[in-house]
């Protein structure tokens, strides 16, 4: 694909709703990661898959979130019982086969609970 | 938690002139690499550097790593309005597969 997509950009919510947010990765990429950023701070990390996997999940801040990759293409990142404190841009990156490669990253999608 | 920490947080500058950002980090990695982000949206990639390169350019980028002290510069030369954007500095640690380590970022304002 052209690049890494995530939908939707902007997504608005009540607090105590449920939430789920998509991520389209490059064709081919392997690896896929999710990152918070709250304002006036650098990307936060969540939750890294390798292929279907969640090889690394230990960012995500409580149970109220959780990220699938069924097929190992697509992921979305699901949020419950959304919170006012949940209010940032969620960002997703890709690259090749993890680890130390560069990441290639979304536009974010920016979530905000009322 | 995030490792880097970028210096100064914020830098404004003339077109023309050249801009330098410093990153300092706390465990041994493997790579370190920078990232510009525009209008706090999706970031990209500017270069990599490794922990056994000491200096790699990119068009009008330069970078330095110096692992004895853990630390890491980005210098930009002949600065442009379009280098207006907040850039980062990420590590990839030394202990496996694990996901990158970003810093707050640097704000650079270039003033034409």
């Known amino acids: 694909g052209a690049g890494v997509s995530q939908t939707p950009s902007n997504k608005v919510t009540e607090k105590g709703k449920y939430v789920e947010l998509r991520c389209d990765p490059i064709?081919?990429?392997?690896?896929l990661y999710w990152y918070r950023q709250s304002l006036g701070q650098g990307p936060e990390f969540l939750i890294y898959?390798?292929?279907?996997?969640?090889?690394?999940d230990s960012g995500l801040p409580n149970d109220r979130f959780f990220a699938v990759r069924p097929e190992g293409s697509v992921s979305t990142l699901k949020i419950q019982r959304t919170e006012r404190g949940d209010s940032a841009v969620y960002l997703c990156?890709?690259?090749?086969?993890?680890?130390?490669?560069?990441?290639?990253f979304g536009p974010g999608t920016r979530l905000t609970v009322l | 938690s995030q490792q880097g920490e970028e210096d100064p947080q914020a830098l404004s500058i003339q077109e023309g002139e050249n801009a330098t950002m410093n990153c300092s980090y706390k465990?041994?990695?493997?790579?370190l690499q920078w990232y510009r982000q525009n209008s706090g949206r999706g970031l990209v990639h500017l270069i990599l550097?490794?922990?056994?390169?000491r200096e790699k350019h990119s068009g009008r980028l330069r970078v330095t790593l110096d692992t004895s002290k853990k630390s890491s510069s980005l210098l930009i030369t002949a600065s442009r309005a379009a280098d207006t954007a907040s850039y980062f500095c990420?590590?990839?640690?030394?202990?496996?597969?694990?996901?990158?380590?970003f810093g707050k970022g640097t704000r650079l304002s270039v003033i034409a």
């Open positions: 990156a890709s690259s090749q086969s993890g680890g130390y490669n560069e990441q290639f």
């Open positions: 064709s081919g990429h392997t690896a």
């Open positions: 898959f390798q292929g279907t996997g969640a090889a690394d």
């Open positions: 465990t041994s990695i493997n790579n």
């Open positions: 550097i490794r922990s056994n390169e």
């Open positions: 990420a590590t990839a640690p030394n202990s496996g597969n694990t996901p990158l380590v």
